[in-house]
């Protein structure tokens, strides 16, 4: 038995709960990037594990002393840096449950439950985001979903099945090559502004992976991907993915699926949709649009962790035929096997990944989804696109910036002239540590990227934000008293869509009733 023990457990779980709601409460209390330099925490933690056990008391001071001061704060609304990996009180809660009960869900025998209600998320998630039926289990087709860790996980998954895929086909078209041989020749495509984990999947997945050169807005057309596959097939290489981007990395452009799609279908191309962050926006009746050919595709992801209020991590990934990607994988030991294979409600989801155990992240997905529900969570997602207009409309109202183009809640920014100057402000912006902004280059240009991210971000955020960079500005470039400075109006936004305090309190005392109802079962 642990040296801790159930009193322990619940004194310790107390505390740390109390913590985590006063973390977040006054998250925006504290700079969003730590003052630290590399190195710190070696100074910090003995080099080597010490032969007595430590009381929880002593490890929880320790925590603040030296964990604390090293954190990047994510979940502050003052974080505008990549894309989010929002959190929320009820998936905390769920990662909680997850996490006591200890479930290891490779297959249906381990869990039932774990196995059956991530069946019934993604198909959830599917209907919640207007996905074409196709890739729902409770669709007619073989289609299904799944819950990756990570968009780097779902995509490397897509190419190795689309891989092992062509492999089998190619050795049957092609009896004069040694599978050797049609493995080399293998070749995938992807924008030039795609995620670095596509060129990564290529790298893991032995496959050229060809960075095609998108459009002057950052779309990768039909037209380039079409030339570049029968330049290749030209040359005896034979295409097996092309991996396209709905919200691409630096400017969140989306491909044009539209155009790739018919052609993949039509010469056996895997189409894999990457939308880990614009994925979220489909839930959104005034965004479906930017899916305008996914019903061709064969697999997509999306992040849960990015913009749909599950915390990291956790990406939902769909299969139009779930048959082509456990062909791929299915290695069946004897000690593996059960009963109830094969049943259409109840997969062996290690078949669908790359490793074989799994966590149980369904269920703080459950617990999610049933505490916010479909309206408000496509009420968080509108307000945070306001958030981000509204930022827009503070830098168009200053003649001294550029906005270069804005999608979602992403907002991208400069300074007009030399690019030196927008990185020296950036620079300078990012050494106060108030807020934190990353760089992206956009038709040539270098651009700021301002995005809108932590737990609750309000509309006083957008304006200690542009407080920031304006009064930043000033220092930089000095005031000029004469610039023209527009002075329009811009209507309130809408108040507070959740009481953050009492939602602490709420989720507080429910764990507190869970460690009670504990307590009186002894």
């Known amino acids: 038995m642990a040296n801790m023990d159930i009193n322990e457990f619940r004194e310790f779980g107390r505390a740390a709960i109390d913590f985590v709601a006063d973390y977040l409460e006054n998250i925006r209390d504290r700079d969003v990037l730590p003052s630290v330099e590399p190195g710190y925490l070696h100074d910090l933690l003995p080099g080597e594990l010490q032969n007595e056990p430590e009381d929880w008391k002593t490890i929880m001071e320790d925590f603040k002393r030296c964990i604390l001061?090293?954190?990047?704060?994510?979940?502050?609304?003052?974080?505008?840096?990549?894309?989010?990996?929002?959190?929320s009180y009820s998936s905390i809660v769920g990662e909680t449950l997850a996490a006591g009960l200890g479930v290891v869900g490779f297959s249906w025998i381990c869990s039932p439950v774990c196995t059956e209600l991530e069946v019934i998320m993604m198909n959830w998630l599917g209907q919640l985001l207007n996905l074409p039926k196709s890739f729902l289990n409770c669709d007619e087709g073989n289609g299904g979903g799944i819950i990756q860790g990570s968009a780097s996980e779902s995509i490397l998954v897509a190419v190795l099945a689309a891989r092992e895929q062509a492999v089998r086909r190619l050795r049957t078209q092609h009896?004069?090559?040694?599978?050797?041989?049609?493995?080399?020749?293998?070749?995938?495509?992807?924008?030039?502004?795609?995620?670095?984990?596509?060129?990564k999947s290529g790298i893991l997945g032995a496959i050229k992976m060809r960075l095609l050169p998108a459009d002057e807005t950052g779309i990768l057309r039909g037209s380039t991907f079409i030339q570049a596959v029968e330049e290749d097939v030209a040359k005896g290489l034979f295409p097996v993915i092309c991996v396209a981007t709905l919200g691409t990395t630096g400017t969140c452009a989306y491909d044009n699926l539209a155009e790739i799609g018919p052609y993949c279908n039509e010469h056996n191309i895997w189409l894999h949709i990457d939308a880990a962050y614009a994925g979220a926006a489909l839930c959104l009746p005034e965004y479906t649009h930017i899916m305008k050919g996914a019903e061709l595709a064969d697999s997509l992801n999306f992040n849960l962790h990015k913009w749909m209020f599950v915390n990291f991590d956790c990406c939902a990934m769909w299969f139009k035929d779930a048959g082509s990607v456990t062909?791929?994988?299915?290695?069946?030991?004897?000690?593996?096997?059960?009963?109830?294979?094969?049943?259409?409600?109840?997969?062996?989801?290690?078949?669908?990944?790359?490793?074989?155990?799994?966590?149980?992240?369904?269920?703080?997905?459950?617990?999610?989804?049933?505490?916010?529900?479909?309206?408000?969570?496509?009420s968080l997602i509108r307000f945070h696109i306001q958030l981000a207009n509204r930022f827009e409309e503070y830098v168009r109202t200053d003649d001294r910036f550029e906005v270069l183009c804005s999608t979602l809640a992403l907002v991208c920014f400069r300074l007009k002239g030399d690019d030196a100057r927008s990185k020296q402000l950036l620079e300078n912006i990012t050494k106060r540590k108030k807020i934190f902004m990353i760089p992206a280059t956009y038709q040539g240009k270098f651009i700021i990227r301002f995005m809108i991210c932590g737990i609750d971000p309000q509309m006083h955020d957008i304006e200690y934000a542009w407080e920031e960079v304006r009064s930043q500005a000033d220092l930089l470039l000095g005031v000029d008293e004469n610039r023209n400075v527009a002075k329009q109006a811009i209507e309130p936004v809408e108040p507070k869509l959740y009481e953050k305090s009492s939602e602490i309190g709420k989720i507080t005392e429910s764990l507190t009733g869970m460690v009670i109802s504990s307590e009186k079962g002894q």
């Open 327 to 378: 062909q791929s994988f299915s290695v069946d030991r004897i000690y593996l096997q059960h009963q109830f294979q094969g049943h259409s409600k109840a997969p062996d989801y290690r078949h669908w990944q790359i490793q074989l155990g799994r966590r149980f992240r369904s269920l703080k997905v459950w617990i999610t989804l049933r505490t916010m529900g479909a309206e408000k969570i496509r």
């Open 175 to 199: 009896p004069e090559l040694t599978e050797a041989d049609i493995r080399g020749r293998l070749v995938a495509y992807t924008s030039d502004q795609s995620n670095s984990a596509v060129e």
């Open 69 to 87: 001061p090293g954190l990047t704060h994510w979940q502050s609304p003052h974080f505008h840096a990549f894309y989010p990996s929002q959190t």
